[in-house]
C-alpha cells in the first residue's frame, strides 16, 4: 500500500501534467488515478474532488512562481523606496528581473508550471484562482522601474511596455515547436537558449537607453 504522503504527490504530480496538456475540463478524475497510478477512491480521499484537487495544483504552483522571485522583489521594493533612485541602477534592476524570468521559462523543470498557467488564462471552465502572476510577480515592479528610467512614460504605456518584455520570453515558449523548426534545432538546448537570451535582452537594453 502507497505511503500517505507519496500517494497524494503522485496524484498532485498526474494532476499538474494533465490540467497543463490538456485543461481543467477534459482530465478526467480516472485519468489522474490511472497516471498517478493510485485506486480511483484515493483522490475523493485526499482531495474530496476533482475542483479542489485543482485548487491545490494551482495554489502549490503559482506559491512555487511567487517564492522564485521573494528576494529579488523584496530587493527592488527596497530601491524603490529611495527616491530619487539611480536610473543606471533601475536598469540593472529591470534586466535582472528580465533574466530571472528568462531562466524560470527556459528551465526544462517548469515546462508542467507554464503549461497549466497558459491553460488557467484560456480555459473558461476551471475554476478561477492564481490572481495575476505576471502582474504581482514581476510586471508592476518592472512598471515601477519603468517609470523611474522614463518619466515621460505615464503608468498605462509603462503596463503595456512591461508585459511586453516579458511577454516576449513566453511566446518563445509557447511557439516552441514553429521557433526549434526555424532555427534548424531539436530543442532548446544551451546554445540555443544562450542566442535567445543575449538578442532578447540586447533588444532590451536598447529600448532603455533610448
Known amino acids: 500500500m502507497l505511503n500517505s504522503e507519496y500517494a497524494k504527490q503522485r496524484i498532485l504530480d498526474a494532476a499538474l501534467d494533465l490540467f497543463g496538456k490538456i485543461g481543467y475540463a477534459a482530465t478526467t478524475v480516472r485519468m489522474i488515478a490511472t497516471q498517478a497510478d493510485v485506486s480511483l477512491s484515493a483522490i475523493p480521499y485526499y482531495f474530496e474532488s476533482k475542483e479542489n484537487l485543482y485548487l491545490h495544483v494551482v495554489q ?18 527596497s530601491e524603490l523606496s529611495h527616491e530619487p533612485i539611480d536610473p543606471d541602477k533601475a536598469k540593472k534592476l529591470i534586466l535582472l528581473l ?3 524570468h528568462f531562466d524560470f521559462v527556459f528551465n526544462p523543470d517548469n515546462e508542467k508550471q507554464l503549461r497549466l498557467f497558459f491553460q488557467m488564462r484560456s480555459s473558461e471552465d ?3 484562482v492564481g490572481g495575476d502572476l ?7 515592479p518592472m512598471v515601477s522601474l519603468l517609470m523611474r528610467i522614463k518619466p515621460s512614460l505615464t503608468e498605462n504605456e509603462a503596463i503595456v511596455l512591461a508585459y511586453s518584455i516579458i511577454g516576449e520570453q513566453l ?9 526549434l523548426e526555424q532555427l534548424g534545432r ?10 535567445i537570451r ?13
Open 126 to 128: 476551471a475554476p478561477h
Open 134 to 140: 505576471l502582474g504581482t510577480t514581476t510586471v508592476r
Open 98 to 100: 528580465a533574466n530571472k
Open 186 to 195: 531539436s530543442a532548446y538546448d544551451k546554445k540555443t537558449c544562450s542566442l
Open 60 to 77: 502549490k504552483a503559482t506559491k512555487a512562481f511567487h517564492d522564485y522571485f521573494l528576494k529579488d522583489s523584496a530587493e527592488i521594493q
Open 171 to 179: 511566446f518563445f515558449f509557447y511557439h516552441k515547436p514553429g521557433i
Open 198 to 210: 543575449k538578442t532578447l535582452l540586447s533588444k532590451l537594453t536598447l529600448m532603455l537607453d533610448l
